[in-house]
């Protein structure tokens, strides 16, 4: 008798199928969840640069460049407009104080200097006439005031002795009185002619004042335009090397104000650097510099500040310390570290083309396997043309990839090939 065969609902073949299955499907969801999803780029290590953060000392300076220029320079402006009459000194010549360096003519000027003469010596003439004349009015016044005197006193005597005679009854009434109405206006007459001697003087006086102001205005006026002609003579005012002169040819015009030439006092050289304006806030009175020149390293102080910005840069001036190198030339190009702090401790590390991509806020740093490298946020802070300071994100020890990240991308984690 046949038995029927009930058919298995899991067979082994299945249970293994769906088992597998099963087991590849938590596979990849524990690679998805615990797994290293990172993008990964291989990289051989010879075409990087790694560099290892390391403690030690930190001087922040930056990299300027600064050329020489004498330690003073005097310019030449025409202080007047004129031509060209004569050129005394040519440049690149030694110069002392007072030498005659350029003539220059100015026929207005020169017109106007004897315009000026002639007014002046009008203007003496009628004081001179003015003088003449008061002195002639105070004559006649004073003569007229004397003759007043004389009169009154005559008729004083008159009065005096008609007064004793009427006393005595020895003349009549009205002889009496009109000896006394002819003294008492001559008193009078007396009285207004000292008034008017006196008020003729004061305004004479005022008159003569008021014409010798004129004139000494007038003389001062003439020594100016005079000294302005002597101005046509262009001379050293200080002793040096007469480096520039914009003077070539007999007859060329210069306008007032035109730059004519310069003095370089040579005595001793200082440094102009341009700096960027970044650094403005920085720059102070004061600053240590160093400078490498023929082997040796020579010192140098900033000294002067010129606020004004020109195409984003502004101008340092900078003297030497303890010495001066020997050889130094004018207008000679200096490459000068400019130190901004003092020598302090830090994490540092080392310059590197990262920081185009990165801007230092972050980098790869190497696993201790040295088989690959991530990413890590890091902070900088000071810098140095050969080193970072190292604020957070790193230790000691640690290496980090320093070379340029530009053909990376955006990628993780980087596997280091040999």
Do not use: C
């Not at 780029?41 to 990087?48: D, H, Q, R, S």
């Not at 030439?261 to 001793?268: A, K, N, T, Y």
């Amino acid at each position: 008798m046949d038995r029927q065969i009930q058919k298995k609902k899991w067979p082994p073949k299945k249970i293994a199928l769906f088992g597998g299955g099963g087991l590849f499907f938590l596979f990849v969801i524990y690679s998805f969840i615990f797994g290293d999803n990172s993008s990964k780029l291989n990289v051989e290590t010879e075409k990087i640069t790694i560099a290892t953060v390391a403690r030690g000392p930190f001087q922040e300076f930056i990299p300027v460049t600064g050329n020489v220029l004498p330690i003073r320079t005097v310019y030449l402006d025409a202080i007047e407009g004129g031509r060209v009459e004569k050129i005394f000194i040519e440049a690149g010549n030694m110069v002392k104080e007072g030498d005659k360096i350029l003539q220059l003519a100015n026929t207005n000027m020169l017109l106007d200097i004897m315009y000026r003469e002639a007014q002046f010596f009008e203007q003496s003439n009628n004081l001179r006439n003015t003088r003449v004349l008061m002195e002639q009015s105070r004559l006649t016044l004073r003569q007229q005031l004397n003759d007043q005197t004389y009169q009154l006193q005559r008729l004083k005597r008159i009065y005096e002795r008609a007064v004793e005679l009427r006393e005595k009854n020895l003349v009549s009434q009205q002889e009496f009185e009109q000896a006394k109405d002819e003294y008492e206006y001559r008193l009078k007459q007396k009285e207004l002619a000292f008034e008017s001697y006196k008020q003729d003087s004061l305004f004479r006086a005022i008159q003569i004042e008021q014409l010798e102001s004129s004139l000494q205005r007038m003389q001062a006026n003439l020594d100016v335009t005079k000294q302005r002609m002597e101005s046509m003579t262009l001379r050293a005012p200080v002793s040096g090397q007469l480096t520039s002169l914009n003077a070539e040819f007999i007859g060329e015009m210069k306008t007032t104000g035109e730059r004519l030439g310069q003095i370089d006092i040579l005595e001793g050289f200082k440094v102009r650097a341009g700096i960027d304006e970044h650094y403005l806030p920085r720059i102070s009175v004061g600053l240590p510099a160093e400078f490498d020149f023929a082997g040796k390293t020579y010192n140098l102080l900033s000294k002067k500040v010129f606020p004004e910005i020109r195409d984003g840069r502004f101008d340092v001036d900078m003297e030497f310390q303890n010495e001066t190198p020997e050889g130094i030339r004018r207008g000679q190009t200096l490459h000068i570290r400019l130190e901004l702090g003092d020598l302090a401790e830090a994490m540092l590390l080392p310059r590197g083309g990262f920081y185009q991509k990165t801007g230092g806020q972050w980098v790869y740093v190497v696993d201790q396997s040295g088989s690959f490298a991530v990413k890590r946020n890091i902070k900088l802070g000071r810098q140095n043309p050969q080193v970072f300071e190292v604020l957070e994100g790193l230790e000691p020890g640690e290496q980090v990839v320093t070379s340029s990240y530009d053909s990376f991308g955006d990628i993780d984690k980087l596997v280091l090939k040999k």
